[in-house]
């Protein structure tokens, strides 16, 4: 075994410990400790910030894109967010224990589903140094022990965070080892976490299109992901022209560097008009579009697009653009092209609205709203440690609930099987 795999395997040892401890810990002390973690946070913003200000000079040395820089960079706003997004998780209802269902049998045998922690969790990171105290928040309130391995162009950020988020959980009594960060930007340790089945009970990766598919490639743990947010707003003949302007420059500008951004435009062919002012907006937003020959017609610095810009993530001012033929066609190239993440239709129809609704098999579908609305902040959740787009154990904004599984309680009265 490697020095890397040895240090890994001890990380693992200590967070399975921790997280028995945590299983058993009260709610209203898990939520003290978080609310230290988050006043501990705010008291040491200026050690965050010039950690974080190293980060950036460095990554912008690198040449690092824009995208990423802006995933990368804190302020004083930002860092507040992510304050508050722990005190937001610490006031969130405690999943642990939570009954699912229950039911009894004809021989009075009682079942009952509650949900228990997943127990020690693995997160492979890249450029989001909010992740570092997200996923600490929420794997400690969901009862879990978390392994936080973020990207090297985040590592200095991560520390200040990390040191800060544990100093708050340990004055209130929680274990260190409950949330542990693997501070060091060997790439061999990713590899040492893929590998430690038995150790590790699941991994999420959260990062580029290389990061998720080497973990779900290599990986020897369950692995909870999402590759690319290819992301869609449709523009239905019945759309409202404004608040489809609205939406669609929202969708794709607000921020072009996260996976909830829109990366393709689908526009009715009934709706051509609407579509016209909307495309229009985002070209004179400064905003590239690449479109089809329809698109293309409607002004002439729009680009022609190839077969490759309907499966790209451009995580830029850059947008794909088509003409289809109405909500059929536009759950068809969703079908074909997308990557089941978050799609929006904007309509005044509601039947419409609900055959897109129930036609697209992506993990979040929205109507009359921006795709941007993709996260778990947004949906009440406090926070989020990814967005998964598979079909097993948990969909679209991971967060409390999805970092947990469920055990059966049997209660009986002396009943023996026949």
Known sequence: MSEIETRIAEMATAARAASRALAA???????????????????????????NAEDMKAAEA?????????????????????AAGVEAVAA?????????????????????????????????YESRPNVTVDAGALCLMSGNACI????????????????????????????????????????????????AAGLIDIIIPRGGKGLVA?????????VLAHLDGICHVYIDRDADADKAEAIALNAKLRRTGI?????????????????ARVVKALLDAGCEVR????????????????????????????????????????????ARHGSA??????????????????????????????????????????AEIGIATGRLHARGPVALEGLTTYKTVVRGNGQVRP
Not at 217 to 222: D, G, K, L, Q, S
Not at 342 to 359: D, H, M, Q, V, Y
């Open 341 to 382: 993440h978050t799609e929006s239709i904007i309509t005044e129809n509601a039947e419409t609205a609900n055959r897109f609704l129930a036609g697209v098999d992506s993990a979040i579908v929205i109507h009359n709203a921006s795709t941007q609305f993709a996260d778990g902040g947004e949906f009440g959740f406090g």
């Open 214 to 222: 080497r973990v779900q490639a290599e990986a020897r743990v369950p």
């Open 148 to 195: 936080l391995r973020g990207g090297s162009e985040a590592l200095a950020t991560s520390k200040a965070l990390h040191a800060a988020f544990i100093a708050g959980i340990a004055s209130e009594g929680l274990p260190a080892d409950a949330v542990q960060l693997v501070d060091t930007s060997d790439r061999a340790a990713v590899g040492a976490m893929l590998g």
């Open 259 to 275: 996976c909830g951004a829109a990366e393709t435009l689908l526009i009715d062919e009934a709706a051509q008009a609407t579509g």
């Open 92 to 124: 969130l209802p405690d999943p642990v224990g939570a009954p699912i269902k229950g039911w009894t049998q004809p021989n009075g045998l009682k079942f009952e589903q509650v949900r228990v922690p997943l127990g020690v969790i693995g997160i492979i």
């Open 25 to 51: 810990t009260p709610t209203a002390r898990k939520a003290a400790a978080l609310k230290a973690a988050a006043a501990a946070i705010r008291a040491a913003a200026a050690a965050i910030l010039a950690a």
């Open 62 to 82: 690198r040449g690092t894109s824009g995208a990423m820089l802006d995933r990368l960079r804190l302020d004083d706003a930002r860092l507040e967010g992510i």
């Open 291 to 334: 479109g089809d020959d329809a698109v293309r017609a409607i002004d002439p610095r729009v680009v022609a697009a190839d077969d490759a810009d309907w499966g790209t993530e451009y995580l830029d001012a850059i947008i794909s653009a088509k003409v289809v033929d109405g909500v059929s066609g536009a759950a068809e190239h969703i």
